[in-house]
């Protein structure tokens, strides 16, 4: 049987017609909202003058703090550069030479800093993993940008980043945790408009190759990471964004399996996620430890204020699109809001990070297999996993094996819920920040549900530049751990910095 509906005309109006005016009225707005109709906004000129400069950038660090570690927040996230020791040292003195100019068809820049340390006491499970004193890079990079892409080669954090870095809690792939890994990068690594699309949609990507030199458990490591990005919105109050994030521990040498794979077959398997290697796992499953993230993010600006709403995912067995999969419901969910109108605060943040579900608690039972128990940040042949001398490359809160009483090198909790907040201001002067953090941690065990420890971290900052005191910028960090997976500690960091102008050209 077929029933035919009379058309409606919607009071007077045919559909088609308010189909007409519903499209003229977003080609109104578009217009309104762009500042000129130019087909390809980048934005970059074939203007190549403006001058070059060339800085100094030199301090001090001091850590003096109770309990058998430094707490959180004076150590996490801060690339590796604040021991977890309970008291530690760092001098450090480079040159910096900044990007010139955002709109120059050819720029470049590149840093140097050398840092030297000295920590204790340390605990004797850690003391061969953690030296009396050490020196290393804090940063050693070049960077090119050539029209709209980048070259970029050295020690420096990698991308992958969310609204605020200075109030999260970090990304659950890079957050800044642990040293940079030397790598080179090459792509598009800001958002830039996509051809012929008036600037209202925007893309970014790139590829990196890594070496994950630590060489902890597997000799010569590599590090494979590509991503893309699309956005739209471009002047319109209203822009939505999405990121797919891909990296992948794949070749050097094991002490059970011998060679991994070090050949151009391998690099092409660690890119594509196929099968290959020479042991039996990687055959079966995937060359290499590979974990996937993706990103959602929707931001209204307007005026002085700009609000941010974002969601981050991880994936290791059965990457599904974010929302779905048997994961789901972990992640990271993010709200940050900025204004410039009142600057005594003028940023807040706060976050929640769930790791708990891992596909479910058992990977395989009674002769079925479920795929859970995703254990993040594992691996059964790259065994130190998802770390970098010792420390957690993506979020703090999975943690790291540098915490390990009993030696040991793989990642003993990966369940955890966090909630996060994070304010930052400015008073007559002295910039502050404050972040807190609750995380109860259920270790590795999915089945049992059991709590095994819980801590609540805090932190205040307070930094001035005092142009009379030689142009020194002064900062002081209290902050705490409250509960059962560190103790009770309280400690501060102190530093001294000096930076200025070397020459011009």
């Known amino acids: ?166 109030l999260s809690s970090g990304s659950l792939l890079f957050s800044g945790n642990s040293h940079p890994i030397p790598r080179i990068t090459i792509g598009v690594e800001k958002w830039t408009a996509f051809p012929g699309l008036f600037g209202y949609v925007a893309f970014k ?30 002047n ?30 391998s690099f092409v398997d660690a890119v594509l996620g196929r099968s290959g290697g020479s042991n039996l796992n990687d055959q079966l499953n995937a060359h290499g430890n590979h974990l996937i993230s993706q990103q959602w993010s929707l931001t209204a600006k307007w005026s002085q204020w700009r609000i941010t709403a974002y969601w981050q995912n991880l994936s290791e067995d059965n990457p599904a699109f974010i929302g779905f999969g048997q994961n789901a419901t972990d992640g990271l969910w993010g709200l940050s809001i900025k204004q410039s109108q009142w600057p005594f605060i003028n940023a807040f943040t706060f976050e929640l990070l769930n790791t708990t579900s891992q596909s479910g608690p058992w990977h395989d039972r009674d002769g079925l297999c479920y795929a859970g128990d995703d254990r993040y940040y594992q691996n059964s042949v790259y065994v130190n996993g ?30 955890a819920r966090v909630y996060h907040v994070g304010l930052r201001g400015d008073i007559y002067g002295y910039q502050w920040r404050a972040l807190v953090s609750h995380a109860k941690n259920y270790g590795n065990n999915n089945a049992s549900r059991l709590q095994l420890s819980q801590n609540t971290a805090w932190m205040v900052e307070v930094s001035k530049y005092v142009e009379k005191a030689w142009g020194l910028e002064f900062s002081i960090q209290l902050a705490g751990d409250i509960g059962s997976q560190f103790g009770n500690t309280f400690g501060t960091l102190i530093s001294i910095r000096k930076n200025g102008l070397i020459t011009s050209w």
């Open 205 to 234: 990507g790139g590829m990196t190759h890594g070496w994950i030199n630590d060489n902890v458990y597997i000799k010569k490591t590599k590090l494979h990471h590509a991503y893309a990005g699309l956005q739209l919105g471009g």
């Open 1 to 166: 049987m077929t029933i035919l509906f009379p058309p409606h005309n919607y009071g007077g109006l045919k559909m088609s017609h308010r189909l007409s005016i519903i499209i003229a009225f977003i080609l109104c707005t578009l217009a309104l909202s762009a500042q000129t109709w130019t087909w390809w906004p980048t934005g970059i000129t074939n203007d190549g003058t403006g001058g070059d400069s060339l800085y100094y950038d030199a301090g001090i660090k001091a850590v003096v703090s109770s309990g058998q570690y430094a707490p959180f927040w004076l150590h996490s996230r801060t690339n590796g550069d604040v021991s977890v020791m309970p008291m530690s040292g760092n001098i450090y003195a480079g040159i910096v030479k900044t990007t010139t100019r955002q709109d120059r068809w050819f720029d470049y820049d590149f840093g140097v800093v050398l840092t030297g340390r000295v920590q204790g006491p340390r605990p004797e499970a850690i003391q061969s993993i953690v030296p009396t004193a050490t020196g290393y890079f804090n940063q050693l990079y070049a960077h090119i940008r050539l029209y709209i892409f980048d070259i970029t080669a050295g020690i420096q954090p990698m991308l992958y980043e969310t609204e605020d870095t200075l």
């Open 236 to 265: 319109l109050p209203i822009n939505i964004a999405y990121e797919i994030h891909h990296v992948a521990q794949w070749g050097g040498y094991s002490p059970v399996y011998g060679d991994l794979g070090n050949d151009w077959n």
């Open 386 to 415: 998802w770390n970098y001398f010792y420390q957690t490359i993506g979020t703090p809160f999975i943690t790291s094996p540098i915490y390990n009483t009993d030696g040991t090198i793989h990642t003993l909790n990966s369940r």
